[in-house]
Every structure is written in C-alpha cells, then in structure tokens.
C-alpha cells in the first residue's frame, strides 16, 4: 500500500524554540494532507487541512501562527511549532490521501508520527 | 464533531472472532465509514471502508446495517497482535474526525 513518512520520528527541543515535523507521501501524490494531534490516552483531534499550493484550514481553536503548514509540493507538507513551550508536548501525526479514485471514497493513509516534547 | 460511538472497550479470546460495533446514526447517504486500528504510539492502520455493501478484505469484514446508522467490524481469528485501539470513522466532506474508539484486548 502507499506510504506516508514523517520526520523526525521523536524529537525534543527546549521551551521557546521553533520546530518543523516533516510529513512525506513516497509512492504517491498527495494533493491534501491532514495534519493531527493526540495527547496520551486521547483520541486524534484534527488540527488542519493542507492542500498544496494553498493557504491550509484550520480547525476551530486551533492557531494558525503557531501551527505554521505548508504544502509546497505534492508530495511534502510540514507542520512548524513555533515558539514551542511544554503544552505542545503531543504527538504529531500526518495523513495523506491515495492517488487514486475519489479521496472521499479512498483510503487515507497516515504516518509513523512524531513525538514532540518541550522541555 | 465526531458523528460515530463506540463501546470504550472490549475483550476477545485469542483464535476467537472480534466484532466491534459503532453507531453512525447521524451518517449522511454519501458518507463512507472508515474503520482504523492504532497500536500504541503508531499511526493509525487502515483496516477497511465502505459505504452501502459489506465488505471483505485480507484483515476483516465490515457489516453495514441496511439503514446505514450502524456497523460491524469483524476480526475473523483475533490474535494477541490485534490487541489495538479501533476507530469507526465517517468520512465528513473528506476530513476524518475521530471519535473515542474502542480498546480491544486480546487475550490468551
């Protein structure tokens, strides 16, 4: 099946700083993205959608300056935590929908993830 | 919001059968339902999807009530590598939203 990698697969980094999660669709081309997060023990909470060339849609209540996306190319979109602090701790998880058909119909696949934690 | 429940846990013997329901009552008729499966600090697995049909594939079966407001996920042979956390999900306009899932816990 397709494969969607995500880099880095954990990374830690102190309060403040910025941090960019990678997000990479192999053998496809993915013209949405979806990025997600989830707190331990929770559910995935949508955070964005990512379409490539435009503006991403952010879901309700999350900020759009601190969660910077861009879908540059149609197979790449990263996700910036910017001026990280410790409740951004979460794990990050990426989306990306199969070439071919309807995305509606078809399957999405999803990253590995990635660990982020803010000391 | 998510448009799916489901119970928040379940346990299976080992080489026994899983069913895991969901409720979509509120599902719209052009609406897939998605099912996923999430092992502990992985991302999610697609496991199978459909929309009307049942359906079959190497990992399950999914049965969908004729009504479409609920469905079935069955693991014919569960294994002790199927203890996972399992997500029913409807596709909304192309975004999947998730809800609480359910933990199966497959047991020896």
């Known amino acids: 099946g397709a494969v969607v990698s995500q880099h880095p697969s954990w990374v830690i980094c102190k309060s403040g700083t910025s941090v960019k999660i990678e997000c990479r669709s192999l053998d496809f081309q993915a013209t949405t993205m979806f990025w997600y997060r989830q707190f331990p023990k929770q559910s995935l909470m949508l955070m964005a959608t990512s379409n490539e060339g435009s503006k991403a849609t952010y879901e309700q209540g999350v900020e759009k300056d601190k969660f910077l996306i861009n879908h540059a190319s149609l197979t790449l979109s990263t996700l910036t935590v910017t001026s990280a602090h410790p409740e951004d701790s979460s794990f990050y998880i990426c989306?990306?929908?199969?070439?071919?058909?309807?995305?509606?119909?078809?399957?999405?696949?999803f990253g590995e993830g990635s660990r982020l934690t803010v000391l | 919001d998510a448009k799916t429940t489901q119970p928040p846990s379940m346990d299976c013997a080992e080489g026994r059968a899983a069913n895991l329901p969901c409720n979509h009552s509120?599902?719209?008729?052009?609406?897939?339902v998605y099912w996923y499966r999430q092992i502990h600090s992985q991302g999610p697995q697609y496991i199978i999807h459909g929309l009307k049909n049942n359906e079959t594939n190497e990992m399950a079966s999914l049965i969908i009530t004729e009504d479409r407001k609920s469905s079935t996920l069955i693991l014919p042979h569960a294994t002790l590598r199927d203890t996972a956390v399992y997500y029913c999900?409807?596709?909304?306009?192309?975004?999947?939203?998730f809800g609480q899932g359910t933990e199966l816990s497959v047991k020896p």
């Open positions: 989306s990306a929908s199969g070439g071919t058909g309807s995305w509606y119909t078809g399957e999405l696949f």
């Open positions: 999900i409807v596709n909304q306009g192309g975004k999947l939203i």
């Open positions: 509120t599902i719209s008729g052009n609406e897939y």
